[in-house]
């Protein structure tokens, strides 16, 4: 199945144009120095293959007393990062925080996409191919197949070798 960007829906990822990317390096140094903006914390997750940390803002949801993270975007850098190490750090200014990401799955999703939209549509809804939060079920169904979510539970850091 395509998913309109050149993949499958298992594999769409949308790469950040420069107004994007402009705006992530906004929003990252104010997270750094400890503003967080409507929710934003830096991700830091070790590379697949290097194993370095790699860092990204993110927004994390609250729900129901859980913490998600989504990716917008689709199947980015970070997720499959994520898929392989399992844990990462969120951090906003110097207070740091390990988390394992639990990956969330089927219809599991539905709940969480549409919390997200409902609080970032307005930042990420063009990514969402027309779905809102106000959207079906099966029309959220057929969007979340392309938005990976992860549920954060609460890790320690990693041994350093």
């Not at 705006?23 to 194993?51: D, E, H, P, Y």
């Not at 990204?56 to 990062?81: M, S």
């Not at 200014?93 to 939209?117: H, M, Q, S, T």
């Amino acid at each position: 199945m395509s998913d309109g960007a050149g993949g499958n829906a298992t594999t769409r990822y949308l790469r950040p144009g420069r107004g994007a990317r402009a705006m992530n390096r906004v929003v990252a140094a104010l997270t750094r120095r400890g503003m967080s903006l409507w929710g934003s914390r830096i991700l830091s997750v070790a590379g697949r293959t290097t194993g370095i940390m790699r860092s990204t803002p993110v927004n994390v949801l609250t729900l129901d007393g859980e913490q998600y993270l989504v990716a917008a975007r689709g199947n980015t850098e970070w997720v499959r990062n994520l898929r392989a190490a399992r844990i990462g750090k969120l951090s906003v200014g110097k207070r740091e925080e390990w988390f394992e990401g639990i990956e969330i799955l089927d219809d599991d999703r539905l709940p969480v996409l549409r919390a997200y939209l409902r609080r970032w549509a307005w930042e990420v809804g063009a990514f969402f191919d027309g779905v809102t939060a106000d959207a079906s079920d099966d029309e959220l169904r057929t969007a979340a197949g392309k938005h990976p979510v992860f549920r954060i539970e609460p890790a320690t850091a990693p041994e350093q070798g």
